[in-house]
C-alpha cells in the first residue's frame, strides 16, 4: 500500500490510468421511437472504427444497412460487423438469443462478403445473458393482453401475476439439445467484457464506436411507458450496458429521421392518421425489419426531440430520409404541446395527458424536387436547407448529416 492508503496493483496500468480517462467511445442513439436510421449512421462511421459495440437491447432490434445494393438486417450483430477491419463487441448489456444470432449470421453471410470470417471478429461479454424460446413466446403472450387491454393498466398488471401464462408450452429437452449445439461455437467467442473494454479505452489510441439499438421514446425509464422496451436506450445504457465510466463517453450522436413513426399502440401527437400519413408510410417504406408491422406516420415532433436531447446531451445529429418528403408542396413541425389552451414546457410522462395534447406547428414550404442525388449541402434546394437548418435553431443542435436515400454514398456531410 502507498502512503496514502491506496494500491496501485488494483488498477491494472498502476496510477496513470486513473488520472487519464483513455480513449473515448462515440455513441449512436435513435432520438424518437426506433427506426431512425441507426444502422446507416452506424456504417458510415464503422468504416474508420476499430471496435463497434452493442450495449443494450436485443434481437428486438432491427437494423438495415444497405451497402453496394446489397441490404443487410442486423438484429443482435452490431451492424459494424461487415467491416473486415472491425472488432465487433457484444456487451454485457445485450440479452442474447443464441439461435437467433447464429440465424442472422449465416442469412447475412449468404447476401454477400460483408459478414466472412464474423465469428473471429465477435467477442461477447461473460455478463451478458441468454434469452430462450419461452423468453419470446411470453413475451408475445405479456404483448397480447396489452394490446386486448389497452388503457387498463391495473388489470394488465393483475392479470400478469394472476396467470403463469397458461398457455405456454416448453420442449425442454428439445431446447436444451439444440442449446448445446451451439455451445461449442460461442466459447471462443466470450470473454471478461468489463476488462476487454478497459483494455481498449486505455490501451493505443483507438476508434471505438457503440451502436444504440431501439430509441429515446422507448427507454425503459423516459419512454412511453408502459409501449417501451426493456432496456435503456439514452446515453446511460452506454455505461451500463458496456462497463465503461461516463468520463469516457464522448460524441453522442442522435438519428433523427425527417418525420416521425411509430410501431404498435400508444400516444403518437403528431401522428397522421389520413393520406398524408398514408403518403409518408409508402414512400418512406414503412414497415418493421424485425415485426413487419406497418409503422404509424406523421410530422417532425420537436418537442419530443428536445426532451431526448436533455436526457442524451446529442452533440450533433444525423437527419435521415429527408427524401421521403420530396412531393409535399408544405410540412408541418409540431414544436410545442398545450393542454387546456396553455402551452406545457416539458415531454408529459403520463400516456393519457399525452393522448390529450394539442400540437402547435410551424408550417414551412417543400421543395417539390427529388433530392436523392444530391451529394452535398449546396446541392439541396433552398427549402430543403432551410427545413435543415429550423430544426437546428429549434434544438440547438447541429445537424451533421442529412440522409437522402437508402445507399451509403446517400448520406451528405455537413461538417
Known amino acids: 500500500m502507498s502512503e496514502n492508503g491506496s494500491s496501485s496493483a488494483l488498477i491494472p496500468n498502476g496510477e496513470g490510468a486513473s488520472r487519464h480517462p483513455g480513449n473515448k467511445v462515440t455513441v449512436v442513439l435513435g432520438a424518437q421511437w426506433g427506426d431512425e436510421g441507426k444502422g446507416k449512421v452506424v456504417d458510415l462511421l464503422a468504416q474508420d472504427a476499430d471496435i463497434v459495440c452493442r450495449c443494450q437491447g436485443g434481437n428486438n432490434a432491427g437494423h438495415t444497412v444497405v451497402v ?11 451492424s459494424g ?3 473486415p477491419k472491425v472488432t465487433a463487441f457484444i456487451g454485457n448489456g445485450v ?7 447464429f440465424e442472422e449470421a449465416e442469412k447475412n453471410v449468404k447476401k454477400g462478403k460483408g459478414l466472412e470470417g464474423w465469428e ?3 467477442i461477447i461479454s461473460d455478463r451478458a445473458h441468454i434469452v430462450f424460446d419461452f423468453h419470446q413466446a411470453a413475451d408475445g403472450i405479456q404483448e397480447q393482453q396489452r ?12 392479470n400478469q401475476y394472476k396467470s403463469i401464462y397458461p398457455t405456454l408450452e416448453i420442449d425442454i429437452e428439445g431446447e436444451l439439445k439444440r442449446l448445446k449445439g451451439y455451445i461449442e461455437r460461442i466459447k471462443p467467442m466470450v470473454r471478461d467484457g468489463v476488462y476487454f473494454m478497459y483494455e481498449a479505452l486505455h490501451g493505443p489510441p483507438k476508434k471505438i464506436l457503440v451502436e444504440g439499438a431501439n430509441a429515446a421514446l422507448l427507454d425503459i425509464d423516459f419512454g412511453t411507458y408502459p409501449f417501451v422496451t426493456s ?5 446511460g445504457g452506454v455505461c451500463t450496458g458496456l462497463g465503461i465510466p461516463p468520463q469516457n463517453v464522448g460524441e453522442v450522436y442522435g438519428v433523427v429521421k425527417a418525420y416521425t413513426t411509430r410501431v404498435g399502440i400508444g400516444a403518437f401527437p403528431t401522428e397522421q392518421d389520413n393520406e398524408i400519413g398514408e403518403l409518408l408510410q409508402t414512400r418512406g417504406k414503412e414497415v418493421g425489419v424485425t415485426t413487419g408491422r406497418k409503422r404509424r406516420c406523421g410530422w417532425l415532433d420537436l418537442v419530443l426531440l428536445r426532451y431526448a436531447h436533455m436526457i442524451n446531451g446529442f452533440t450533433a445529429l444525423a437527419l435521415t ?12 413541425v409540431g414544436i410545442a404541446y398545450k393542454i387546456n389552451d396553455k402551452m406545457i414546457p416539458h415531454f408529459p410522462a403520463n400516456q393519457e395527458v399525452l393522448n390529450k395534447v394539442e400540437v402547435q406547428y410551424e408550417t414551412l414550404p417543400g421543395w417539390n424536387r427529388d433530392i436523392s442525388n444530391a451529394r452535398t449541402f449546396d446541392d439541396l434546394p433552398v427549402h430543403a436547407q432551410n427545413y435543415v ?3 437546428e435553431m429549434e434544438l440547438g443542435v447541429p445537424v451533421k448529416w442529412i440522409g437522402v436515400g437508402k445507399s451509403r454514398e446517400s448520406m451528405i456531410r455537413l461538417f
Open 231 to 235: 432496456s435503456n436506450c439514452t446515453v
Open 389 to 391: 437548418r429550423f430544426i
Open 321 to 332: 430520409k429527408l427524401d421521403i418528403l420530396d412531393v409535399f408542396p408544405e410540412i408541418k
Open 120 to 122: 473471429k471478429r465477435l
Open 147 to 158: 394490446q386486448e387491454q389497452a388503457g387498463k393498466k391495473f388489470k394488465v398488471l393483475a
Open 68 to 78: 453496394d445494393s446489397v441490404e443487410y438486417d442486423f438484429h443482435l450483430l452490431p
Open 95 to 101: 440479452v442474447i438469443h443464441l439461435p437467433g444470432l
Open 81 to 83: 460487423i461487415i467491416n
